[in-house]
């Protein structure tokens, strides 16, 4: 197979081996890669299930108190009361690097630093009900965010992670094997192109010794 595609030359030797310790440390390298990649997703998947239960008892909990705060109070006020917000909530997303994966970075900014205006109505028409769901509302955003970070995070992790095995798998099974098959031919190659020359140089050093010395062998 090697001996169909390589020319068995000092020159292309030289350039296989070459190619194997680069494709051998960058085995390495990205072995280590994929390793680091993983245990950092790894912490993420954690966190996601730890975020994810969070968000989902807290957005339970915030549709559980608008029923009883619905139940308290008619259509028109509820619609009155959550019709014109008062406070607004501007997301920025950023990104950093992890591993050579852009991962995304969401940080949050109120237009106003008083905790009082997510209630963005007067307290004397509405229910305590109503209170207690807006707050558990405003209480569960920020892990709302951290978790679509978190999310995408992982998937972005995932994809580099699968891009990073195939690349491992094909050098470890693929390139570096065949480089050594191939060093294995033009060494053997080699070899056997020394050994005839060796073995013509003796006869032409018998040839020129017998026609020196006039001696044929009978």
């Known amino acids: 197979m090697a001996g169909t595609t390589i020319i ?21 390298l990205l072995k280590d890669k994929r390793d680091e990649l993983m245990r950092q997703f790894m912490d993420l998947v954690r966190e996601n299930m730890e975020l994810r239960r969070t968000v989902e ?31 607004e ?11 050579s994966v852009d991962v995304p970075v969401m940080t949050t900014k109120t237009r106003t630093d008083d905790p009082n205006d997510i209630y963005s109505y007067g307290f004397a028409f509405t229910s305590g009900d109503l209170d207690d769901a807006v707050r558990s509302l405003a209480d569960v955003l920020p892990d709302m965010l ?25 050098l470890e099974h693929v390139i570096i094997p065949e480089t050594q098959e191939n060093i294995r ?10 050994r005839s020359s ?21």
């Open 198 to 218: 060796q073995v013509r140089l003796m006869k032409v050093k018998d040839m020129m010794l017998e026609e020196a010395h006039h001696y044929k062998e009978k």
């Open 89 to 99: 909530v501007s997301l920025e997303i950023t990104g950093r690097n992890v591993m």
């Open 185 to 194: 031919y033009i060494t053997m190659k080699l070899d056997e192109n020394e």
């Open 57 to 87: 008892e807290g957005i339970e909990n915030a549709n559980r108190n608008f029923v009883i705060a619905r139940a308290g109070m008619s259509q028109a006020a509820l619609s009155t009361a959550l019709m014109t917000p008062k406070q």
């Open 8 to 28: 068995p030359t000092r020159m292309e030797l030289t350039r296989l081996k070459k190619k194997l310790v680069t494709a051998v440390r960058g085995h390495k």
């Open 146 to 170: 951290r978790l679509a970070e978190v999310e995408k995070s992982c998937q972005l992790m995932a994809d580099e992670i699968e891009k990073t095995r195939r690349r491992v798998n094909a």
